[in-house]
Every structure is written in structure tokens, then in C-alpha cells.
């Protein structure tokens, strides 16, 4: 579970107003201590002593905060052997060895101490570590310490303890929970580090010998399926992994008296992270593992993907795969995961390619490799040339990420996560590259719609339009001033070459503008696309300075990055990063600029109409004219098509001689609009906020520009739950005969998928 930042603010604000405490004056350094007596850390933060859990009446050595009214115990000695009276005894015996002892003869629990001391004594630290050392060594690191409890834990981690190995001494700290509030004896439940040879370890919550929850490999900055471990100002978290040692720690930034612990529960089957709350007094939960049925480890089986959609785990198998079994797939039992639609031949691995997939917990890394020393593009060349490599990725994705991390085998425990998920490039044979995946746009589209105060997608359509009209309102550079460009400029001659001279079998699309042509790689090993302003095109310099200012001052993980630009006598070109995974409108329908105004217009008049067919607004496509509101109609538009799934532009129901916004509007007044809904979302989205997404959409394609809401106030209405005004028709609300239909289809461009039509025309409307 993350943490509201909000919550971290109201902690650190608690805390600066809590004194810190002075010094109880009791001894932390014994050499034995009886049932009855305690041993309290100098600062008073910590005590050490005898106790008897929740019910029981059996009595254990344990460490416990001093100052927390709830006696919170942080560390157990003698865990499945208690003392059945008050008789216990934790003492050094003549050996220099921590023992307990039962009626001063039964040694009931002991810690042999790694090196012999000539005085021994007992040390509990302001940490909630207990310590033996030596008298005779003066010196406060750990190397010093002859055995100290943070070597051996219990349920719980504390700032500054290590969860991991000291491959040195042979020694692995992990956390097994109590089996009950009134046992501390370890129950099925450990968490710890997992090592395989050549590959990322990983942290693992493990029910008995079955995994149950996976942290995922560590990147650079977090473990990839725990989001939780964001910058924040409260925690540090650190990570270490060489010859010597792995481990994983979390420490404190707030200088104050504030108390953290991770512990794990095996009532709740679950590690939780606490912090206390001096005024409440009591243990706030900051996060929570595993946080939902997607983090539960490999819910989806082998090669399918995991994404929460309205509090409920959906699965879909990755490109490129499908259900082993369609029949338990479709009862919601993905045990049995899927499997490729092509099998994979190694004689044909040269002609395989990868997809990429972003915003995952990375897979399972039992059967991975990693080197840290190779970059990404070798990276790829490596799996590529091993016949079991089935994807790849970068170890480290600090800066522009580094390293090299390879999986062979199934792909197990993926999921999808809203925020600080990583990048996977999946191996498919090259059949199957460039092929469509149903589930996938259903899973786009179920997230866009199942959650109104989370719609990803729709809040990238909103900042996409906006972002544009703001652009609208720059100056216009002088294009033949290279130095306003802000952009590297790259030479035509290089473009050409690496184009084979905008060679046909080169070319990857061709809009109203000019085609548009894939180049292979940078010097740094980044893969560019070209588009190339065609010279018959009526597009001139004004839409070229408008296409460079719009993408180029736009940075958004969901747009398309603008690389360079090259203008050498006629030839225009734009250099773009290239989308080897296809654009989001290989998904849904995204839609091309209807108009791009100038200077700092809100509205005008053309008789130039370009743009995309079913997008445009009325006004605009059949008087040329346009304002701020034709933007709004497009996204309207938009917003119907991701729900119903159909295209606008083609779609005519047959039963209804009704075009796209005509079935919607007919729907809408027949108070049925929830039959308007995609297949494959039924069952699966909050239907209340499916009708607000619609009723929005409606607002948006109204046929007078002036009864649409402005863009600020659609933002507003998708994060609200404001009454909304009643819509009026929309625009385009066709009514239309089959045969009429058939013609516009016939009379219609063949490209059906071009996304820039130039001086446009609208024609075979019928009357409204």
C-alpha cells in the first residue's frame, strides 16, 4: 500500500513537537539479569527482560520500546522454549557464551559468541540491539561485538538492521512471524532474500515453502513490485549487494523521536510497516505487503499480467501469448497462465523482436542473468542471440539506466503498477510483431473508464489538449533562425543515408503531410523515426513551426519525443524517438490535430480544413470555422469510442440507421446508455462512473460550440461528483439508410487508419 505524502507531513509535523527524552539513569551494560529485573538502553528508548505474551502464562527474554504505553516486543530469545516459572536466568557463563537458564541448571536458549573474551559483558544500544562485548575493546563498531540480536531476528526489522547475508560469516537474517499473539515460536511465515546463482536476488515472503509474495529484483532505487519505497522525507532506504554481504536496510531521517518497525504478521499474512503516533497513541500503518490480490505471487500463472481494475485483480496474457486454457481463463481461474501463439524456433531467431512493455513489477528472477556492464542495445543483442532468452531489461534504471538483466523460461509474477513501474522487453518471433492484442486494449480500456478519479488515459487527452493550446498562444519562432529551434539539427545528408535516400521498404506510414520512415539507431544506440513534409503537400512553414513547438516543449511519458529537426532547402524533416510497440492508437482510436490555430487565437475562419475524419466538429468541418471549443468535440468523441469500442468514423448500427453519436444519443434518452459499453468491460467497470464518462462525453459533442464545457471544466467534472447539466443533441446525429451508408463508405478514403487529411471536404450528410 503507498503512502499519501500527506501523511508523511502530519508525522514529521507530530514529531517536531515531541521532546526528546533524557537520559534514564539506569545501567545498559550487565552480565546477568533474573526474572523481575530489566536492562533499559541509555537514552531510554529500549528495555530488555522477561515477559509472558498476550494470554500465556509462559515466560520469554524479549526487547521492548520503554516509552510506548502498548508493549510493543521487537525481538524474542528464547522463542520455542519458554520458562514455566519465574526462575529464569540470562547470564554469561564462564565461556564468555549468553546463556538461559531454567532453575540455574537448564540452559533453555544460548548464543555462542563468534570470538573469546577475557570480559564479556552484556550491552543494550539505543537501537534495540543487544550486544555482547568485550571490556577490553573500547571500540563502538559492529565488527567489535562478539553476537548481537540484529544477527538474529525475529518478527521484526528495525531502522538500521540488515535484512539479507553476511556471506563472510555464513550467516542469513530474515524475519519468521509468531505463529500467534501468544506464541512467539516461528510460525510458516519468513521473509528474506532468496540468492540464485548469476541472478538479481530477491526478497521473498515464503508460506512454508510456497512463495507467497515477491518484492521483486532491486533497480537502482527500489525493489521493482514495491512502489512504497519512494523518495520521502521520513525513510532512507538502502541497498547492498558484493563479495562480502547482500542486505537490505531502512533508517530514519526525521532527527526526533520517532519510532518505526517492520514486522510480519501470520494472522494477516502480510509484512506491515508502523510507525507510532504519540498523539493517538497507538501504531499507524504506513504501508503494506502484499498490498493487494495482484501482489500475491503468481496469481496470473506463467506469462500473464496482473492490473487491479475497481478493486479486483484482472489477469491478461502478455503479446504474443495466450490462456493455456480459454475455458478457465474465462471463469477467472488463471492458474494455468498462458502460453505462446507461435513457438518459438531457434533456427529463426534472428528474425525474432522484442515488445515493449512498461509500467510492470519485473518477473520472477529465479531463472535470470545479470552483468552489470553491458548497456541496453548489447543487451538485446545477447538475448537475441541465446535461443532461451525470452526477455530483457536494464539491471539498474537510475539516470538512463545500465547493466543487463536477461530471464529465460516462463515469465512469472507480472504486474501492473499505477506509478513507478518498470520497462520489459518480451521476445515474440516475428509473426507476431505488430500484431494487436485484444485483451490488452481491454485491460486500456477498462483502466481508462473503471475509475474516474484515476483515468490515466483520459487525464493524458486532457493534458495533451492543453499543453497544445498553450502552445497555440507562443510566439512563432523564425524558422530560418536555427537558433530559436532549442532542438538538435540534424544534416540531410546523414538522415538520407540512413534512410537508404527515403527508400519505399523503409517507410513506416504516410499521413496528409508526408510519409513517415523508420532509421535505425543513433550514435547512442537510440532507434528514430523520421517524418518527411512532402513537397506537393499544402502543409507549409507555419504548420511545420507549429508541429516543432507543440511536440518538442512537450515532455510526457504517454507522448512521442521530438528528437531533432533538419531544414536544408525544400526538405523539411522531424526526427522522433521510435515506437517499436506501436502508438496508443493501435489500441483505441487516437486522433490527428483538426487544426492547429495561430498567434494567440481563440477561434477563426478557414477554408483549409484539415484534420481526421469523426474527430472534427461540425462547424469546423462544414464551415471551416473553429475555436477552442472544436478541440472539446474531438476529445467528446474520443471518450465514446474508448468506452463503446467502435470507431466513430465507419461505425452505423444496423438495426437503428444511427451513426456513432446517434446511437449514444438515441441510448441516452431511452435511459439505456450502459448498453453502449464495450464487450469485454461488462462485469468489470463501475457502472455509475461509466454513465458519468458518458454524460461528460455527451456535454463535449454538443452541436453549438457555445453549449460545450471548456476544457478546465471538463477536468473539473471528471474529478468531481458535481450534478452535471443535461445535454442537447449532438453534432453529426445521423439518421441514414444502408444504401446511404454503403456510399459513404465506398466515397470515403481507402486508408481508413490515416491519421492527417488534407483540404478535407465533408460531404453526404443528410439534413438535420
Not at 549468553?98 to 573474551?117: D, G, H, R
Not at 535484512?163 to 499473539?181: C, H, I, P, Q, V
Not at 492484442?437 to 484515476?454: F, P, W
Amino acid at each position: 500500500m503507498a503512502v499519501s505524502p500527506f501523511l508523511f507531513v502530519s508525522v514529521i509535523i507530530l514529531f517536531l513537537f515531541v521532546p526528546v527524552s533524557s537520559t534514564v539513569d539506569t545501567n545498559s551494560t550487565l552480565q546477568s539479569i533474573r526474572d523481575g529485573h530489566t536492562l533499559i538502553s541509555s537514552e531510554g528508548k529500549f528495555e530488555l527482560g522477561f515477559f509472558s505474551p498476550g494470554n500465556s502464562t509462559n515466560r520469554y527474554v524479549g526487547i521492548w520500546y520503554y516509552k510506548i504505553p502498548i508493549r510493543t516486543v521487537i525481538w524474542v530469545a528464547n522463542r520455542c522454549n519458554p520458562i514455566h516459572d519465574s526462575s529464569g536466568l540470562l547470564t554469561i557463563n564462564s565461556t564468555g557464551n549468553l546463556v538461559l537458564l531454567y532453575q540455574n541448571t537448564s540452559v533453555v536458549w544460548s548464543a555462542s559468541s563468534l570470538k573469546q573474551a577475557r570480559k564479556p559483558f552484556l550491552h543494550l544500544l539505543d537501537t534495540g540491539n543487544l550486544v555482547l562485548k568485550d571490556e577490553n575493546n573500547g571500540s563502538s563498531s559492529q565488527e567489535s561485538y562478539l553476537w548481537q540480536s540484529f544477527d538474529y531476528p525475529s518478527d521484526t526489522l528495525l531502522p538500521g538492521m540488515k535484512l539479507g547475508w553476511d556471506f563472510r560469516a555464513g550467516l542469513k537474517r530474515s524475519l519468521t512471524a509468531w505463529k500467534s499473539s501468544n506464541d512467539p515460536c516461528p510460525g510458516k511465515l519468513s521473509y528474506g532474500f532468496e540468492l540464485k546463482p548469476d541472478a538479481s536476488p530477491e526478497i521473498y515472503m515464503m508460506n512454508g515453502t510456497a512463495k507467497y509474495y515477491r518484492a521483486g529484483p532491486w533497480n537502482g532505487l527500489r525493489f521493482s513490485g514495491m512502489p512504497e519505497l519512494f523518495v520521502n522525507p521520513i525513510y532512507n532506504f538502502k541497498y547492498v549487494y558484493n563479495d562480502h554481504e547482500l542486505y537490505y536496510m531502512f533508517d530514519i531521517k526525521v532527527e526526533t523521536e520517532l519510532f518505526s518497525r517492520v514486522v510480519l504478521n501470520e494472522t494477516t499474512n502480510s509484512r506491515r510497516r508502523y510507525a507510532w503516533l504519540t498523539g493517538n497513541q497507538t501504531w499507524g500503518l504506513f504501508d503494506s505487503a502484499p498490498a493487494t490480490d495482484c501482489d500475491k505471487y503468481g496469481l496470473c500463472g506463467a506469462n500473464g499480467s496482473c492490473v487491479m481494475i475497481n478493486n479486483n485483480p484482472t489477469c491478461h496474457c502478455l503479446k504474443g501469448f495466450k490462456p493455456r486454457s480459454q475455458e478457465k481463463w474465462g471463469s477467472s481461474d488463471w492458474s494455468g497462465g498462458c502460453v505462446r501463439k507461435t513457438p518459438m524456433i531457434c533456427q529463426d531467431k534472428e528474425k525474432d523482436g522484442f515488445i515493449k512493455l512498461d509500467g510492470l513489477k519485473l518477473p520472477d528472477t529465479t531463472h535470470s542473468w545479470v552483468n552489470q556492464s553491458l548497456n541496453l542495445s548489447e543487451c538485446r543483442s545477447k538475448c537475441l542471440r541465446n535461443c532461451s532468452c525470452v526477455a530483457y531489461t536494464n539491471f539498474d534504471i537510475r539516470e538512463q539506466g545500465s547493466g543487463c538483466i536477461m530471464w529465460f523460461g516462463d515469465l512469472l509474477d507480472i504486474r501492473q503498477l499505477p506509478s513507478y513501474g518498470q520497462t520489459l522487453y518480451v521476445r515474440v518471433p516475428a509473426s507476431e510483431l505488430g500484431k494487436s492484442n485484444g485483451k490488452q486494449r481491454a485491460v486500456i480500456i477498462a483502466a481508462v473508464v473503471g475509475s474516474v478519479s484515476g483515468v490515466l488515459l483520459l487525464g493524458f487527452c486532457i493534458y495533451k489538449i492543453r499543453c497544445w493550446k498553450a502552445a497555440r498562444e507562443r510566439k512563432m519562432y523564425n524558422a530560418d533562425d536555427k537558433d530559436d529551434l532549442e532542438l538538435p539539427l540534424f544534416d540531410l545528408d546523414t538522415i538520407a543515408n540512413a534512410t537508404r535516400n527515403f527508400a519505399a521498404d523503409n517507410k513506416l506510414g504516410e499521413g496528409g503531410f508526408g510519409p513517415v520512415y523508420k532509421v535505425g539507431k543513433l550514435k547512442d544506440g537510440q532507434e528514430i523515426a523520421v517524418k518527411r513534409l512532402s513537397r506537393s503537400s499544402d502543409q507549409g512553414l507555419n504548420e511545420f513551426k507549429n508541429e516543432v513547438i507543440l511536440i518538442a516543449k512537450l515532455q510526457h511519458r504517454n507522448l512521442v519525443r521530438l528528437l531533432g529537426c533538419c531544414i536544408q532547402g525544400e526538405e523539411k524533416l522531424l526526427i522522433y524517438e521510435y515506437m517499436s510497440n506501436q502508438s496508443l492508437d493501435f489500441f483505441i482510436f487516437d486522433f490527428g490535430i483538426a487544426k492547429t490555430f495561430g498567434g494567440n487565437q481563440t477561434e477563426g475562419n478557414t477554408n483549409r480544413v484539415v484534420g481526421t475524419y469523426g474527430y472534427m466538429a461540425p462547424e469546423y468541418a462544414s464551415d471551416g470555422l473553429f475555436s477552442v471549443k472544436s478541440d472539446v468535440f474531438s476529445f467528446g468523441i474520443l471518450v465514446l469510442e474508448i468506452i463503446s469500442g467502435k470507431k466513430n468514423r465507419g461505425f452505423f448500427h444496423p438495426d437503428r440507421n444511427l451513426n456513432l453519436t446517434g446511437n449514444v444519443w438515441k441510448l441516452w434518452n431511452e435511459e439505456n446508455a450502459l448498453e453502449l459499453i464495450d464487450e469485454c468491460l461488462v462485469g468489470s467497470c463501475a457502472e455509475l462512473e461509466v454513465l458519468r464518462c458518458i454524460h461528460i462525453a455527451l456535454l463535449c459533442i454538443q452541436q453549438c460550440p457555445e453549449d460545450r464545457p471548456s476544457m478546465s471544466s471538463v477536468v473539473v467534472m471528471f474529478g468531481s461528483q458535481s450534478s452535471l447539466d443535461q445535454p442537447k443533441q449532438p453534432g453529426f446525429f445521423v439518421e441514414r439508410s444502408s444504401l446511404q451508408f454503403d456510399i459513404l463508405n465506398t466515397s470515403s478514403s481507402s486508408n481508413q487508419e490515416s491519421c492527417s487529411i488534407n483540404e478535407a471536404t465533408v460531404s453526404l450528410l443528410d439534413a438535420r
